[in-house]
C-alpha cells in the first residue's frame, strides 16, 4: 500500500477574542466625559448637574461592553468608577468652566470692578489733585461716618471719582486690576468653595445618585 503524504499541520481553531479591560476602559471613558462636561458647562456657563445620570449611563455601557461576560463585580466597577468620575467632573467643572466664566464676566462688567478701582486709586494716589490733597493733609474726614457734613461730601467726590474711572476704563485696564486684586485674594479663594458646594444641591445630589445606580444596572449588563 502507498504511503500517502499530508503536506501541512492540522487546521489551528480560532483563537478566542481577546478579554477588554473593564477598568481601563471605565478610566478612559470617565475621562472623555469629564472633558466633555467641563467644554459644556463653559460654554452653557451652568453646571448641567443633569449630566451625572448620563455620565453613569455612559460608562456602565462602556464597562459592560469590555467585560466578557459582564457581572455583578463588573456593576459594582461601574458604581465606583461613576462615582469617582463625578467627584472629580465637579471639581474640574468649577475650575476649569465655572471660575473662568465668573472671572471673564467680572471683567468685563466696569460696575463690577469699580471697587478695584477704588483700592488701586488709593494705593497710588490718583485722585484728582485737589480730591488727593484733601485726603493727604485731612485723614479724619475718612472716619466721619455722619450723613451730612465734609465727611459725606468727601465720601461723594471719591465715589464720582471711582465711577468715572471705572466707566471709563477700557478691558486692559480692569484686567490688569483683577489679576493684581483678584485673582490671589481670599475672595477668589472663597469663590472657589462656594461654587464647589453650590455644585452639590439637592437636586445635583439626586442625578448623582441617579448616575450611579445606573452604573450599577448597566455595568452588569442588564439592559
Do not use: C
Not at 37 to 57: C, E, F, N, P, Q
Not at 122 to 144: V, W, Y
Not at 168 to 188: C, K
Request: hydrophobic share 50%; no cysteine.
Amino acid at each position: 500500500m502507498a504511503n500517502v503524504r499530508v503536506y501541512g499541520g492540522a487546521a489551528k481553531a480560532p483563537s478566542a477574542p481577546k478579554e477588554g479591560s473593564p477598568l481601563l476602559a471605565g478610566i478612559l471613558a470617565g475621562l472623555a466625559l469629564i472633558i466633555a462636561w467641563v467644554a459644556v458647562a463653559r460654554i452653557t456657563h451652568h453646571d448641567v448637574g443633569l449630566a451625572s445620570w448620563g455620565v453613569g449611563g455612559l460608562l456602565g455601557i462602556a464597562i459592560a461592553k469590555a467585560a466578557k461576560p459582564p457581572t455583578k463585580a463588573t456593576g459594582i466597577l461601574a458604581a465606583i468608577l461613576t462615582a469617582a468620575t463625578l467627584l472629580v467632573a465637579k471639581l474640574a467643572v468649577v475650575v476649569f468652566a465655572l471660575q473662568p466664566v465668573l472671572r471673564e464676566e467680572f471683567v468685563q462688567d466696569w460696575r463690577a470692578t469699580s471697587s478695584l478701582f477704588f483700592l488701586d486709586m488709593a494705593k497710588n494716589h490718583s485722585f484728582s489733585p485737589d480730591l488727593q490733597h484733601t485726603l493727604d493733609t485731612r485723614p479724619e474726614l475718612l472716619r466721619d461716618t455722619s450723613f451730612l457734613g465734609a465727611g459725606a461730601e468727601l465720601r461723594s467726590q471719591i465715589d464720582s471719582e471711582v465711577v468715572a474711572r471705572a466707566k471709563a476704563s477700557t478691558l486692559e485696564e480692569r484686567e490688569r486690576l483683577v489679576h493684581a486684586h483678584y485673582d490671589s485674594s481670599l475672595l477668589a479663594k472663597f469663590g472657589f468653595w462656594v461654587l464647589l458646594l453650590m455644585s452639590f444641591g439637592p437636586l445635583d445630589l439626586l442625578w448623582m445618585g441617579l448616575g450611579i445606580g445606573t452604573a450599577w444596572k448597566l455595568g452588569q449588563g442588564l439592559i
